[in-house]
């Protein structure tokens, strides 16, 4: 069962992506923080994909690590499409992925649970705190193993459960409906990607820390992103005086210094597509060897 409304979520994306840059300070860091990991890969992909590129700052990045390469920027809300193309000197028409010239940007709108593109057809997807919003990583690493050829490289970012965690508690038993995000641990993304078919995964962790002068300070910087609730089971009005108070009293709990902390637990991930073991109607794959040999004539 689906725990987000997408159609919720993309309206979010769509309303935030005018102010979005304003706001968003973790994702750039989070962003520069994943790409550094490429120092340590060899790779010189002709194809690439960042999937939910949202106002292009990772497709800029990936620009000047990568000059002649294909990229493609996909993302669920079109108004975060027009921003990147704004910041974008040289960006090819949407939709022309197969006829784009190397060394050009494609721009196409879609789902990272639907890819639009071609089995095979890439060398590497990049993915940039984004897979939280999806119902299903295992899903999503199924496309993008279909979407890489063989020996493709998947880098990705997501946040990990204990990921605003004093927010989650200041709301636990407020009205008995979510209000955060459920997150996936990073042990089972790893058995999620081999279970996909990739190849020697490597999953890392950190503790990020942003501080706030107050609740309202956090509250817009989460909005601004794109941050809504967009659960299937959320409360459709406000929330009352009361409950928003006992709220707000609960998070004041955690004020260090003058500040309140919001906690981001962020994984970093990478790993190999494997070949292909499963058509997409489920059929299984099976790699023959066939060994010939010359028989002597005595």
């Not at 784009?100 to 590497?124: E, I, K, N």
């Not at 009361?242 to 906690?263: F, I, K, Q, V």
């Amino acid at each position: 069962m689906s725990w987000v409304d997408r159609s919720a979520m993309r309206r979010a994306f769509e309303r935030a992506a005018p102010g979005y840059d304003a706001h968003a300070v973790l994702q750039r860091e989070v962003g520069a923080r994943l790409l550094e990991r490429l120092g340590y890969l060899k790779v010189a992909p002709q194809r690439v994909l960042d999937t939910g590129c949202g106002t292009g700052h990772g497709l800029r990045l990936l620009r000047a690590r990568y000059p002649g390469a294909q990229l493609i920027g996909l993302d669920i809300a079109p108004a975060m499409l027009a921003q990147s193309q704004k910041a974008d000197p040289r960006p090819a028409p949407w939709r022309r992925l197969l006829s784009a010239a190397t060394g050009q940007t494609s721009y196409v709108c879609g789902d990272a649970q639907r890819l639009p593109v071609a089995a095979g057809s890439l060398d590497f997807v990049h993915s940039n705190l984004v897979l939280q919003w999806c119902d299903s990583p295992a899903a999503v690493f199924r496309e993008w193993h279909r979407a890489l050829r063989p020996g493709g490289l998947v880098l990705f970012s997501t946040f990990g459960p204990d990921t605003l965690k004093e927010l989650r508690a200041a709301f636990a038993g407020i009205d008995g409906l979510p209000h955060v995000s459920p997150f996936v641990d990073m042990h089972d993304l790893g058995d999620m990607l081999v279970h996909a078919g990739f190849e020697t995964p490597v999953m890392e962790m950190e503790m990020l820390v942003l501080t706030y002068a107050d609740l309202r300070a956090l509250l817009e910087d989460i909005r601004g992103v794109g941050g809504h609730n967009a659960a299937q089971g959320r409360a459709r009005g406000l929330m009352g005086r009361a409950r928003w108070s006992l709220m707000e009293e609960r998070y004041e709990a955690y004020r260090r210094d003058g500040r309140l902390p919001a906690s981001y637990e962020v994984i970093y991930g990478h790993a190999w597509a494997g070949p292909v073991r499963e058509l997409a109607d489920g059929r299984a794959v099976i790699q023959w060897q066939i060994e010939t040999r010359r028989r002597r004539h005595a």
